[in-house]
């Protein structure tokens, strides 16, 4: 059985019992979130069944963001997926379902599960890549949007002279966690990807703050010298 064939029987199982009120995390994101796996994958010696399982039930179980126990949700996709692989797909080689388990259990941002297999570094890269760039900015906003979160504080939108507080304003998001992505990437691949695309926030960042200054065709220089990595250039 191909990985194309385990692909076609998730996708179809998931849109017909999997329940996808959050578009943030629906099966097209575990489709790209595939898709980005086997580019970080290439060359590489891993197993490309556990990459894919691991995409494609790495949300299985997603608490919302504001939820007391958000940091345990892939632990308890990790229990669920095992379950689906046990009883739904009783013909996936049960020899890879620890493997498995520790890709969906060890991706999460919150939960601080290190990956120990290639297969898991794979997947936690792929996914933590979802964050960033263009699909990354429309993703916080329309979590933020649906948890009634502002967009950002007019007053001070880069937090430069207070706490930062994601839970009240979007834009905070971008400080807290996504620009900090790169430097947890585990792949080589992964960081490169994430580096430019975490760049592309930082642009984001830059046009927005200009834009609040009344100047709306340029970009905020202090905001780029502030934000991009050593070495990018205007």
Same mark, same amino acid.
């Given at each position: 059985?191909?990985?194309?064939?385990?692909?076609?029987?998730?996708?179809?199982?998931?849109?017909?019992?999997?329940?996808?009120?959050?578009? +943030?995390?629906?099966?097209?994101?575990?489709?790209?979130?595939?898709?980005?796996?086997? *580019?970080?994958?290439?060359?590489?010696? +891993?197993?490309?069944?556990?990459?894919? !399982?691991?995409?494609?039930?790495?949300?299985?179980?997603?608490?919302? &963001?504001?939820?007391?126990?958000?940091?345990?949700?892939?632990?308890?996709? !990790?229990?669920?997926?095992?379950?689906?692989?046990?009883?739904? =797909?009783?013909?996936?080689?049960?020899?890879?379902?620890?493997?498995?388990?520790?890709?969906?259990?060890?991706?999460?941002?919150?939960?601080?599960? !290190?990956?120990?297999?290639?297969?898991?570094?794979?997947?936690?890269?792929?996914?933590? $890549?979802?964050? %960033?760039?263009?699909?990354?900015?429309? *993703?916080?906003?329309?979590?933020?949007? !649906?948890?009634?979160?502002?967009?950002?504080?007019?007053?001070?939108? $880069?937090?430069?002279?207070?706490?930062?507080?994601?839970?009240?304003?979007?834009?905070?998001? =971008?400080? &807290?966690?996504?620009?900090?992505?790169? +430097?947890?990437?585990?792949?080589?691949?992964?960081? *490169?990807?994430?580096?430019?695309?975490?760049?592309?926030?930082?642009?984001?960042?830059?046009? $927005?703050?200009?834009?609040?200054?009344?100047?709306?065709?340029?970009?905020?220089?202090?905001? %780029?010298?502030?934000?991009?990595?050593?070495?990018?250039?205007?």
């Amino acid at each position: 059985m191909t990985v194309a064939y385990w692909q076609i029987r998730f996708e179809s199982w998931l849109h017909e019992t999997w329940p996808q009120d959050d578009k +943030a995390h629906d099966v097209a994101h575990l489709r790209r979130v595939w898709q980005t796996a086997q *580019r970080i994958m290439q060359g590489s010696s +891993a197993d490309e069944l556990v990459v894919l !399982a691991g995409c494609y039930f790495h949300d299985i179980v997603n608490l919302p &963001k504001n939820h007391p126990e958000r940091h345990l949700s892939s632990a308890h996709a !990790a229990v669920e997926t095992r379950r689906i692989l046990q009883d739904i =797909f009783s013909d996936f080689p049960p020899e890879k379902h620890d493997a498995v388990f520790h890709a969906v259990h060890a991706h999460s941002f919150s939960a601080g599960i !290190a990956a120990e297999t290639l297969e898991a570094k794979i997947v936690q890269d792929a996914d933590r $890549l979802e964050s %960033l760039g263009a699909i990354g900015l429309a *993703r916080v906003f329309y979590v933020s949007g !649906a948890l009634g979160r502002a967009l950002f504080d007019s007053a001070d939108p $880069l937090g430069l002279e207070r706490a930062l507080d994601d839970t009240q304003w979007a834009l905070d998001h =971008f400080q &807290k966690k996504l620009l900090r992505l790169p +430097a947890t990437m585990q792949t080589a691949e992964g960081k *490169r990807l994430a580096e430019y695309n975490a760049q592309f926030l930082v642009t984001y960042m830059a046009k $927005l703050c200009a834009e609040l200054k009344g100047d709306y065709c340029d970009l905020d220089q202090e905001v %780029l010298m502030k934000f991009s990595p050593p070495g990018e250039k205007y």
